[in-house]
């Protein structure tokens, strides 16, 4: 998806042009933002609303009506969390840097509501590589925009958009259904992800130490080519463990690491079923080759 584009008249929108063979352009809109008349207005009412939610979710309701107290206990925050940061998307009132500062909103969010405090794989990281794969936040944002595109009236000239009519109320209003489902899988995700990733870091550290404690030390890639087979099938067969010899690797070394990893484990069935590619780089320059790209994006 091509960046936003600001026009001289301060419209903000998604898309990207098409010549035919002609040459004549066709504009592929995929989203547009507010009416930079109306920006003021709702970024104010944005803030009014995400600061009062914040002020909520800290407020003690003891001592207050019983039907009230209810109402606190019933704040969703986690749903809160995506209609204010999809609202913010929706909104684009930037020029650039939309997508980054949705992403900070979300961490801002979660610490402020004490969702979480700490992650191990930032969620925004979750966010871009989740969404590579599977298109999920493109899908959200399109079932968001397209109402908003279909009832805005535009034209262009010259590749310069111009809206005809009223738009505030789409961006006041809207269904942020799939945004709330698609954010509580995205938090699933991420729980997981972070978790493994302190299995991953716990197994290859405590491999390490039993490596050295038996005189053999492994290089990385070695280690991490036995770490990644024992993951792949949860145990060392006949023919991994030929595999592993074959690198120098003796047996008695391959099954105290073996060890090491059904102890860390445990009984985690869900370990390591969430795709995430740091767990397929060969090394961790790599790893923090792959970080920096997606904090960049």
């Known amino acids: 998806m091509s960046a936003p584009l600001l026009n001289a008249n301060g419209q903000i929108f998604i898309g990207k042009t098409k010549f035919d063979k002609l040459g004549r352009p066709d504009e592929i809109v995929y989203h547009i933002g507010a009416r930079a ?3 003021e207005t709702l970024m104010s009412g944005f803030y009014e609303t995400l600061n009062a939610c914040i002020r909520f979710s800290s407020f ?22 995506a209609i204010l940061t999809f609202s913010f998307t929706i909104i684009h009132p930037l020029s650039d840097g939309n997508g980054r500062t949705h992403r900070l909103l979300i961490h801002y969010l979660l610490e402020s509501f004490g969702i979480v405090n700490c992650w191990l794989v930032p969620v925004s990281v979750i966010i871009l590589n989740d969404n590579l794969k599977t298109g999920a936040k493109d899908a959200v944002l399109s079932e ?7 009832r805005t009236r535009h034209s262009f000239d010259e590749g310069q958009i111009t809206v005809h009519n009223e738009t505030k109320m789409f961006f006041e209003s809207w269904d942020a259904t799939m945004s709330v489902e698609y954010f509580y899988s995205l938090l699933k995700k991420a729980g997981r992800v972070s978790i493994d990733c302190g299995l991953y870091l716990l197994i290859w550290d405590r491999c390490v130490e039993e490596a050295n404690k038996q005189k053999t030390p492994l290089p990385p890639s070695r280690l991490k080519a036995f770490i990644a087979r024992y993951l792949d099938i949860g145990n060392v067969s ?34 390591f079923k969430e795709s995430f590619e740091p767990f397929n780089l060969r090394d961790q320059a790599e790893v923090d080759i792959a970080f920096d790209k997606a904090i960049e994006i």
């Open 60 to 81: 003690d309701p003891s001592g207050l009506d019983p039907l009230l107290q209810q109402n606190h206990r019933l704040f969703d925050k986690v749903a809160v969390t």
């Open 144 to 150: 968001v925009s397209n109402p908003i595109i279909i």
């Open 238 to 271: 006949k023919n991994m463990l030929k595999q592993i010899e074959k690198i120098g690797v003796g047996e008695d070394l391959v099954r105290a690491l073996e060890g090491v990893c059904r102890d860390v484990l445990g009984g985690d069935t869900d370990a």
């Open 37 to 39: 008349s109306d920006l």
